[in-house]
């Protein structure tokens, strides 16, 4: 509930023809010093009644008003109380007005002096807006009303304020009658204020002032207002451009989400922003040795370092960095201890970097996620001054190496994504084939089985070679079964990666003589063609698993059985045409292959004959199974023929092991003697 009527408004009820004005907050400030300044600077010892809306604001001037109450004894502060403001007669008279009280809105200042005097009397425009402006935009708050050297109104103000006081503060009595004789006010206890007839037809006395030196002042405040609103500009346009910056940045590698694209977007954007001579980013890992620059921003006339190797290892500032996972800057390369001194190698190189790319000013920047290093972005100045990088140049560049890291992790999220989606359809595909196979290559043995035994229950007279036959047929179809559910999972399981690697040194002759036994063993019922090992046992050992590698050569030595007549002539050999890998080759004179069909006799259930049931058997998974093999120890294979009736030749490499002396393998000790010599596939345990 408020204690007194808005002095505004009485005033105005008083002199009708005044209109308020509209007064931002900032001008009133200003109004408000120029006038204590006119106190200050002269000699007079006039009345002044300051009203300040809350404690806080009246706090910000506590220590003018002091001053001012050094000029004269008829100084009046009235606040609404936050903290400790109380009615008190100190220096001055402060009165504590209750807040709810109007003039918690009001904001007057009244100076009465022998030859001037001047009032501000002012009421806030509470705008919803208003009320939830923050302090930074204070300046903005808006008031109404009156400001004027006219003497009367001064006084009429003058008035309305003493009695506002005088509520608060009846033991002012005296004091207040003193100060309406000394300022020559119409005795205020005794007379009713004027009314709007009396006052009518009154010049308006302003005579007796001289604004010029308050005019002087408040074009000083306005001035310097103006000053201080330039470099709030100046301020907000920077931030306004880092702002922007990095918002274009971000945008831009938002929109790819490949790693080269983004880095070369960032480089590009930030030198270009920034105006440096040189921005480089690189991707790294703490542990790198040396990265190469594949990204860079250059200005005019600068040398390129991209394709070049750049030192991490070796670089302390790299090192520094990677340390303290915060930016690092050097105004002056030719300065810094860190790079003139030379004491050790890596700092010998480093004053070799600096000369060689010219840099003079540097700001090495990480580009991190969570913790972790992806990479670092680097900044040059090439001269001809050394430039002082900024503590808001580093927080933009950070700004922005934090957006390369997000965006890089997106890209690298993205790939696995792929990865992930590739391998979802791979073994979408591979349930599709199972699908396939139970429905064409599962049934129809499944139905001669069946057959035969209906028939063997069904008909107890049947003569023993019938049933024998019978028998056979079920036999030999079952068998066939259960090799292609074999090959499907042996399929399978390479596909999906379950594979438990043994990499071990192999002797290469001895695979091939165990693969060629294995073969044997399995067509010994038909007469094979002639199988020729060229191979010599003194060749280097080969870095394989060993089951895996007879597996290969089983089956190929399979499939050239099944493809070439007893005439026919199977040869084993290798040849070497690197240090790295060994090239082995099963080539036979059967059937051949056509041209066309050398890459897709390695697909999964691709068979020549297209037929569900073949002379030959075999269930088309045998090279796919052969290719998923090779590729795991980072072979190839491939197929070679003159087409048809002319022979195949199935080539695969493998590597050699690159120490050839007695080795220590992580679980195992592997001796001279028990070394290269390979294990039959199926006895591993999984
Ligand atoms: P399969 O079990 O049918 O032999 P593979 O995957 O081992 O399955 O072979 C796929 C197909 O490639 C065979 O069906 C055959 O048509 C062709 N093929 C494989 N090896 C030879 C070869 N040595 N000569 C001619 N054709 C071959």
Redesign the pocket.
């Known amino acids: 509930m408020s204690r007194s009527k808005s002095v505004l408004t009485q005033l105005l009820q008083i002199f009708p023809q005044w209109r308020p004005q509209m007064y931002f907050k900032a001008s009133l400030t200003a109004l408000s010093h120029a006038m204590e300044d006119q106190v200050l600077a002269g000699s007079e010892e006039p009345l002044v009644i300051a009203s300040f809306q809350r404690e806080r604001f009246y706090r910000q001037e506590a220590q003018r008003y002091r001053r001012i109450a050094q000029k004269s004894n008829q100084v009046y502060v009235l606040a609404a109380p936050e903290t400790d403001f109380k009615n008190r007669s100190d220096d001055y008279e402060t009165i504590a007005f209750d807040n709810e009280d109007t003039l918690t809105q009001e904001w007057h200042l009244i100076v009465l002096g022998d030859t001037y005097s001047s009032c501000l009397i002012c009421q806030e425009k509470i705008t919803a807006q208003s009320q939830t402006m923050t302090a930074v935009i204070d300046n903005n708050r808006r008031f109404e009303g009156i400001w004027t050297f006219d003497r009367r109104v001064t006084e009429q103000a003058a008035h309305i304020l003493f009695k506002t006081i005088l509520d608060y503060r009846p033991e002012l009595e005296e004091k207040i009658q003193n100060a309406c004789t000394q300022y020559r006010l119409s005795d205020l206890f005794k007379e009713e204020p004027p009314q709007q007839k009396d006052i009518d037809n009154t010049t308006w006395d302003v005579t007796n002032n001289n604004p010029d030196p308050f005019v002087q002042r408040l074009v000083t405040y306005l001035q310097a207002g103006q000053y201080k609103l330039i470099k709030a500009n100046r301020s907000l346009a920077a931030k306004e451009h880092k702002e922007r910056l990095i918002n274009s940045v971000t945008t831009a590698i938002r929109l790819s989400l490949d790693p080269d694209e983004i880095m070369q977007i960032a480089v590009q954007k930030l030198g270009e922003g920034l105006g440096v001579c040189r921005c480089l980013v690189y991707r790294c890992k703490e542990t790198d040795p040396t990265a190469t620059i594949e990204h860079e921003f250059l200005n005019q006339g600068i040398p390129s370092i991209k394709g070049q190797t750049w030192p991490l290892r070796h670089n302390p500032l790299f090192q520094e960095v990677v340390e303290l996972r915060d930016a690092l800057t050097i105004d002056n390369a030719s300065s810094d201890p860190r790079i003139i001194n030379g004491a050790n190698p890596s700092e010998q190189s480093l004053q070799t970097l600096v000369s060689r790319c010219s840099i003079l000013s540097w700001m090495l920047v990480p580009i991190c996620y969570r913790g972790r290093l992806l990479g670092m972005l680097e900044l040059h100045h090439c001269g001809p001054k050394p430039v002082t990088w900024k503590e808001e140049d580093v927080a933009l560049v950070n700004a922005i190496a934090t957006q390369i890291g997000v965006a890089l992790i997106q890209a690298e999220a993205y790939a696995n994504l792929q990865d992930l989606n590739e391998q979802l359809e791979a073994l979408d595909r591979t349930r599709s084939n199972l699908v396939a196979i139970t429905g064409h290559e599962l049934r129809t043995p499944l139905s001669t089985i069946q057959v035969c035994l209906e028939s063997l229950a069904s008909e107890p007279d049947m003569s023993p070679e019938l049933r024998q036959v019978m028998l056979n047929t079920a036999l030999q179809d079952a068998e066939r079964m259960r090799k292609l559910v074999q090959?499907f999972l042996t399929l399978s399981q390479l596909e999906s990666g379950r594979v438990e690697w043994n990499i071990e040194a192999l002797n290469l002759h001895e695979c091939i003589e165990l693969s060629l036994s294995n073969v044997r063993a399995r067509h010994k019922d038909t007469p094979l063609p002639n199988i020729e090992n060229l191979v010599k046992e003194e060749l280097p050992l080969v870095k394989a698993d060993g089951e895996w590698l007879v597996e290969v050569l089983a089956?190929?030595l399979?499939?050239?059985c099944?493809?070439?007549s007893e005439e026919g002539k199977i040869t084993i050999e290798v040849s070497s045409h690197s240090r790295n890998h060994i090239e082995v080759t099963?080539a036979?004179t059967?059937?051949?292959?056509e041209p066309k069909?050398l890459e897709t006799?390695?697909d999964r259930f691709?068979?020549?004959?297209g037929a569900l049931r073949?002379s030959?058997?075999?269930?088309?998974?045998?090279?796919?199974?052969?290719r998923q093999i090779v590729r795991g120890w980072g072979g190839k294979i491939w197929?070679e023929?003159q087409g048809k009736d002319h022979?195949?030749q199935?080539h695969f490499t493998v590597p050699i092991y690159p120490d050839q002396m007695p080795i220590q393998r992580s679980n195992q000790t592997m001796t001279r003697s028990s070394r290269g010599k390979p294990k039959a596939k199926g006895k591993r345990k999984k």
């Open positions: 090959d089956k190929l399979d499939n050239a099944k493809f070439t099963v036979d059967g059937r051949g292959i069909r006799v390695f691709y068979q020549e004959e073949r030959t058997g075999g269930t088309g998974l045998g090279l796919a199974i052969c197929a023929s022979g195949s199935f």
